[in-house]
């Protein structure tokens, strides 16, 4: 055993120029404690091997952070290790990272881990088969998939996962999903804060629970509290209802929600729809409440229903549903309309109430009393309430009653100001197939005026009378016959002999300018609206690069398997027809170090270099630019056709990166990489050439 603590630095000065000491400038990387110590100039040139033995394991520090593995190779010169077998990091008392292998730089700080990868921190962890971990930044990162185990908010996979520790905050990229005990939530962008529980949603996403499914493409969840907001796109399924709103605001507690803004509540078992700017639901009490421009539309095979008021309010299980709306209540349908202070339609019964709730009373002994009214073809009635029945099945109107004050008025087709007018208690009517008033009862103290005609349609009289009932059946919309009973009195007079106010029964209000002639027409007399500001939530922010492009080229230089990547004029690089100028023009990092290639012969030329590579997935990449075309061949095997990659490059005018995959087999035969078909037409500008070894995806 021995205590490489005590003779690092001797080691140390021995190993490592002045110079160097002074560029790094930084903390280096001290050994603890190593089983045993080895040099191999042959495999691991400038690097010292330390393994554990039966006792513990290797153990190095760095700026505050212990890492302890069982094969370490530590690069002096370079202030870096690579770390081998059952690899524990611990930074403080909150972090700890465990791995089969890890890369660490003791001037980059950046540590890169490998093979079952657990990161824990004293909230959540992290499990990945590839992690980055910046002590700097105080960042982890992974980009090949994922999981996250976060306490009581549930397991979250993403494809691409940051952690900003400082921040305790995860921001997941591509197929994230956090899974609970409550709830299910699937997003493309998702930003979670471990401490809080609070998690904002970015994209396509849905948050799906036992009792609905919410989606949004812009949202807010508390993954402890149960609440959150759906923005953009939002839409809650509770079962029969669908929900939709500029903005949603949820909480599952209490299986509410509340909608803001162009709102539409879709009832799937009744085929209502209902719309309007602000919208409460409470589920489980199975109730709707809606406002500001609130509008009900029963939607039927041939004629839909339109209900609006200033507030409507839906309660009740679907097959049992009461509407209530009230305050300036309207209904229309292309055959029927109606007005009231408040209308309630219960579904099962069939049963429509036009009430009024006299809010406004008048102090006015001679106002007229704005009676709930009812409009069917030419026929105006109205009461104190009235009654609408209809079959809830077939979709026809059955009958009608008004109650108290009964008063039904329709227009004589030829006089310019004369009118049917039947006044009485109550009155009871019947509609036929095509939702007409054919039948008319008016029970107790009934009174009446009728324009009374001839075959040809000229006047005979106004017939005016009272009687203790009257009965009336119609025909197109015209008195087709009437039958008085227990006649108290009654005259029939030529138009002439009336006086203008005898032409009208007490109560006469005829109110054809107040009658909805289409959907719009029941807004008219709303006050006018404005949608509210919603400030919403700030649009997703992307994640900026891990990795810097010095930090990363420095890393990428530093592990690049080729002996020269950015001197095509090296030894290294063995070619036919073609001759190397160093340094001719700017490289993609403004540098003047990129090489241009030139043919020199009359067949096609090539470049290559070679090496030795272990079994592993491998990128081999370099920057091009230029004319013509040129061919990138990997000969993993050499004289092995099998195990070629080729990929042809078309130049342009613009540095491109371009990449080849490859898998290298357990083959102990020399490899290379080669550019071919280089013609003497042909521009060819190349800088940064790399070979790495990379974890397979």
Partial sequence: MI????????????????????????????????????????????????????????????????????????????????????????????????????????????????????????????????????????????????????????????????????????????????????????SNYFDFYEDTGLAYLFGPSTITTEESETYCEKGFYDTKNKFGYALKNSKIHYDDRIIEGDSLYFDNTRSFSSATNNIKVTDTINNSIVTGHYAEVYKDKDSLFITKRALVTTVQEKDSVYLHADKIMVTGKPENRITRAYYNAKLYKSDISAKADSIHTDQKTGITELINLDRFASTDAFSTKRRPILWNNENQMTGDTIHLFANSKTEKLDSLAVFNNAFIISKDTISENGYNQIFGIKLVGYFNEANELREVNINKNAESIFYTRDEKQELIGIDKAKSGSIRMLFANSDIEEYTRLNVVDGTLYPEEDYKEKDKFLKGFDWREDERPQSVEDIFKEDEPFELAVIKGLEDYVPQENFFDEELLDRINERNNILESGKNFDSNDWKGTHIVVEPNIINSPNEEKTADKLTHDGSSFGWITQKFKINEGHYNFSVWLKGKGSIYIELKVVIGDASKRKTSQIILTPEWKKHTISFEKDDNPAESAVTFSLIKNTDDVYAWGASLLKVSAE
Avoid at 87 to 105: A, F, H, L, N, R
């Fill in 3 to 186: 205590r490489i603590k005590f003779i690092y630095t001797f080691l140390f000065f021995l190993l490592a120029t002045s110079t160097l000491v002074q560029a790094q400038g930084k903390k280096k990387i001290i050994i603890e404690y190593a089983g045993r110590l080895n040099v191999s100039e042959e495999n691991y040139p400038g690097a010292r091997v330390l393994t554990r033995n039966s006792q513990q394991q290797v153990h190095i520090t760095h700026a505050g952070s212990n890492m302890w593995c069982d094969k370490a190779i530590y690069y002096s010169a370079d202030n870096f290790v690579e770390a081998y077998g059952n690899v524990i990091i611990k930074q403080g008392d909150t972090i700890t990272m465990t791995s089969k292998y890890v890369e660490y730089s003791g001037a980059t700080q950046l540590a890169f881990a490998h093979g079952e990868v657990i990161l824990k921190s004293p909230n959540s962890t992290i499990s990945t088969d590839t992690l980055y971990f910046d002590r700097i930044k105080q960042q982890s990162f992974y980009r090949s998939g994922g999981n996250v185990v976060k306490d009581s908010s549930g397991t979250i996979t993403s494809k691409i996962g940051r952690y900003y520790m400082s921040d305790q905050k995860f921001q997941f990229v591509e197929d994230v999903v956090l899974t609970n005990e409550d709830a299910v939530i699937k």
